[in-house]
T-cell receptor
Framework: AQSVAQPEDQVNVAEGNPLTVKCTYSVSGNPYLFWYVQYPNRGLQFLLKYITGDNLVKGSYGFEAEFNKSQTSFHLKKPSALVSDSALYFCAVRAPYNQGGKLIFGQGTELSVKP | EPEVTQTPSHQVTQMGQEVILRCVPISNHLYFYWYRQILGQKVEFLVSFYNNEISEKSEIFDDQFSVERPDGSNFTLKIRSTKLEDSAMYFC?????????????FGSGTQLSVL
């Protein structure tokens, strides 16, 4: 069965500092990994995805994620955090087509960026 | 960018009442999903829908739940007899395909409160 885990409920970062939001995965077969962000009173917005290829994936709003097969991780990163990055971040894995193709989410990490 | 729209944004109902949550997926999308998020918990898959039938459903999606695409544009989730534990944010999502590289587009959600 596919699953992802986000070990931190909350991450606090000062504006301008680099940020990392952690995610580890457990899959049978190839991992298809996604990051979504949820701003207050908004739906989930797609940030980036890893399907295959380069281990460093670039996405929206200056975010990137590093796929590490040996550590089964897919951490979200940004070199310089903004206050407007404060939101709830979800890591997700896509189940294969023969298992329904649904997105399976982690428990979410609340990112707080202070001025 | 096209959006998935959900109505209402908030729904308050009495326990035992029926509720219908409405969604308008993106027009050329073929796959539709409902997820829910209980306060403080992870986003959980409920059901996927394609070609006018359920593709997959979770254990949460019991006989009290049903989905329908009544007119080719709307996608509805009905809860026949609501329970207190149905209180959650319900998200509709759609995607153009079911390939593992496809991202899901989410609506802003309906906050359901069962009293």
């Amino acid at each position: 069965a596919q699953s992802v885990a986000q070990p931190e409920d909350q991450v606090n970062v000062a504006e301008g500092n680099p940020l990392t939001v952690k995610c580890t995965y457990s899959v049978s077969g190839n991992p298809y990994l996604f990051w979504y962000v949820q701003y207050p009173n908004r739906g989930l917005q797609f940030l980036l995805k890893y399907i295959t290829g380069d281990n460093l994936v670039k996405g929206s709003y200056g975010f990137e994620a590093e796929f590490n097969k040996s550590q089964t991780s897919f951490h979200l990163k940004k070199p310089s955090a903004l206050v407007s990055d404060s939101a709830l971040y979800f890591c997700a894995v896509r189940a294969p087509y023969n298992q329904g193709g649904k997105l399976i989410f982690g428990q979410g990490t609340e990112l707080s960026v202070k001025p | 960018e096209p959006e998935v729209t959900q109505t209402p944004s908030h729904q308050v109902t009495q326990m035992g009442q029926e509720v219908i949550l409405r969604c308008v997926p993106i027009s050329n999308h073929l796959y539709f999903y409902w997820y829910r998020q209980i306060l403080g918990q992870k986003v959980e898959f409920l059901v996927s829908f394609y070609n006018n039938e359920i593709s997959e459903k979770s254990e949460i999606f019991d006989d009290q739940f049903s989905v329908e695409r009544p007119d080719g544009s709307n996608f509805t989730l009905k809860i026949r007899s609501t329970k207190l534990e149905d209180s959650a944010m319900y998200f509709c999502a759609s995607s153009p395909g079911q390939g593992v590289f496809e991202k899901l587009f989410f609506g802003s959600g309906t906050q359901l409160s069962v009293l």
